[in-house]
């Protein structure tokens, strides 16, 4: 008398619809990531790749210690032997090298720098 019967009580069917739309943020989420974050960075990754296998003889570089100097010798596909100063030269890890600019190119002047001359 005290304990009502039990009855059984139809299986939940799962709604398809509701698990779409709890599943929904986390699909936009990584959408949002990939184009904020991933894509960028892989198209980072290829345009330093490109920057440190065009490197040639006679281009200056920067190198991420903060070294600066021109090219004399490329070693092979992972190194580069570079000059410093007069008689000083110094190999490097391709890999480690943030910044080229060409024979030609001439050093990126300051906005400052730019204003002064006007």
Do not use: C
């Amino acid at each position: 008398m005290l304990i009502t019967p039990a009855y059984a009580q139809a299986a939940a069917t799962g709604d398809t619809n509701s698990m779409l739309m709890s599943l929904l943020p986390f699909a936009l989420i990584f959408v949002i990531m990939y184009f904020l974050i991933l894509r960028p960075q892989q198209k980072k990754v290829k345009e330093h790749a490109d920057l440190v296998k065009n490197v040639r003889r006679g281009d200056t570089i920067v190198t991420q210690g903060g070294l600066v100097g021109k090219v004399t010798k490329v070693v092979d596909d992972d190194q580069v032997e570079f000059e410093i100063a007069d008689g000083v030269r110094v190999r490097q890890m391709r890999q480690m090298i943030t910044g080229v600019r060409t024979k030609g190119e001439p050093a990126k002047a300051d906005a400052k720098d730019e204003k002064a001359a006007s």
